[in-house]
C-alpha cells in the first residue's frame, strides 16, 4: 500500500477515510486535522489558556502533543486516583504523565485524591456504597470535580480531555439506546461555560481510536497500554465492540453515526425533547453548579465519608 501524499510506503491504512499515508504524513495529517476540529467547533483561540486533563493514556498524552505542536497555551492536569489493580495503575500513569511534562518543559498540576480528600477512589466508593461495587461512578463525579475546580482556580479558559470518537460513540450508542434527551442535548465536542465552570472541549472527538494509537506509537509518546483494572466487563466496552462489529463490515460507519447525530442535534433534533430543564445553582461548600439545593453530588459525597468537612 502506497501513502497517498508521497507514493512512499504506507504505514497507516484508514479504510474508513479511503486514506493511506506513511509516517511523516500521518504525523503532519493528525495534528492539521485537529486544527481542523478546534476551528470548526469553535473550541479555542491561540489566546486561551487551556487545561489539558491528563490520564497518562495515549489520547490524552497525544492530545496534549498536538495542541503545545500547534502553538496552544496549554497546561495539564493529572488526577491521582489511588488506583492499584495488582499492576500500580495509577502510580504508573502518573509517572508517564509527569515524565511527559518534564521531558518538554511543560506544566503538569497535580491532585492525589486521597491526600486531598482523606480517602482513594476505591475507599471513597466503599464508604460511599455508590456504584454497586465498582469505583467508576464515584471515580467520574471526583474527576469532573476536580477539573472543574482546577480550571476554575487556576484561570484557565477551556478544559480540555482526551475522549476519541470511539468513547463518544459508545456514550452516544448508550444515549440513544435510551432515548436520554437530556443528555443527548448535550453530548457534542464542545459543552458551553456556565457560572463556576469552564467550557469543556473534546479536541480528539473525531479521531478513531485506533488513529490515536497509531498517532502515539508512531511520535514516540510512551503511555500507559493498560486500561484501568475496574473498565473490565463494563457496559462502555461492551458498546464499543458491538460498534467495532458494524465498523469491521462497514468502514465509516462509527464516524457518520456520530456525525450524523451532531447534524440531527444542529437542526434541532433534541431540542424539543419534552424534558423539563432543570435550573442550576452554586453548591453551598464548592461553589460548582449543581441541581441539587444546597450540596453539589460531590461535595454530599466527601461529607457522607467524613462527616462535616471543608472541602476545596
Ligand atoms: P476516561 O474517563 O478514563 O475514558 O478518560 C477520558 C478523559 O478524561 C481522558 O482522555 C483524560 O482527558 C481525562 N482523564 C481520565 N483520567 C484522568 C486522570 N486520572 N487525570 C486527569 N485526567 C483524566
Ligand atoms: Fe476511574 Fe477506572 S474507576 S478510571
Ligand atoms: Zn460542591
Given at each position: 500500500m502506497k501513502c497517498k501524499k508521497c507514493g512512499s510506503k504506507a504505514v497507516v491504512n484508514m479504510r474508513q477515510h479511503k486514506l493511506a499515508l506513511c509516517k511523516e504524513d500521518y504525523l503532519e495529517w493528525v495534528p492539521e486535522q485537529a486544527e481542523r476540529f478546534i476551528k470548526k467547533y469553535r473550541?479555542?483561540?491561540?489566546?486561551d489558556k487551556i487545561l489539558v486533563a491528563v490520564s497518562g493514556g495515549k489520547d490524552s498524552l497525544s492530545l496534549w502533543e498536538i495542541l503545545v505542536r500547534l502553538g496552544y497555551q496549554a497546561d495539564g492536569l493529572y488526577i491521582g486516583?489511588?488506583?492499584?489493580?495488582?499492576?500500580?495503575y495509577s502510580s504508573e500513569s502518573h509517572r508517564l504523565a509527569a515524565r511527559f511534562a518534564e521531558e518538554r518543559g511543560l506544566t503538569l498540576h497535580i491532585v492525589d485524591v486521597e491526600a486531598e480528600y482523606g480517602e482513594s477512589i476505591p475507599v471513597i466508593s466503599e464508604i460511599s456504597q455508590r456504584g454497586r461495587g465498582k469505583p467508576c461512578a464515584v471515580c467520574g463525579l471526583t474527576k469532573r470535580h476536580v477539573m472543574n475546580r482546577i480550571a476554575r482556580d487556576r484561570g484557565y479558559d477551556v478544559l480540555a480531555t482526551g475522549h476519541n470518537l470511539d468513547d463518544e460513540a459508545a456514550v452516544l450508542f448508550g444515549n440513544t439506546l435510551r432515548w436520554s434527551g437530556e443528555f443527548l442535548r448535550r453530548q457534542g465536542p464542545v459543552l458551553a461555560e456556565m457560572p463556576g465552570m469552564a467550557r469543556k472541549v473534546k479536541?480528539?472527538?473525531?479521531?478513531y481510536e485506533r488513529e490515536m494509537t497509531a498517532y502515539a506509537l508512531l511520535r514516540g509518546i510512551e503511555y500507559?497500554?493498560?486500561?484501568?483494572?475496574?473498565?473490565?466487563?463494563?457496559t462502555s466496552i461492551y458498546y464499543k465492540e458491538v460498534l467495532n462489529k458494524l465498523e469491521n463490515n462497514r468502514p465509516g460507519a462509527k464516524l457518520t453515526f456520530y456525525l450524523s447525530f451532531l447534524e440531527a442535534r444542529e437542526r434541532g433534533?433534541?431540542?424539543?425533547?419534552g424534558e423539563v430543564r432543570q435550573e442550576l445553582h452554586p453548591c453551598t461548600n464548592c461553589g460548582q453548579p449543581t441541581t441539587?439545593?444546597?450540596?453539589?453530588s460531590f461535595c454530599r459525597m466527601i461529607d457522607k465519608v467524613h462527616g462535616e468537612i471543608e472541602i476545596p
Open positions: 473550541m479555542f483561540s491561540h489566546a486516583l489511588g488506583i492499584d489493580g495488582g499492576f500500580g479536541p480528539l472527538c473525531r479521531f500507559i497500554y493498560e486500561e484501568c483494572p475496574f473498565a473490565e466487563g463494563s433534533l433534541f431540542t424539543e425533547a441539587a439545593p444546597g450540596l453539589c
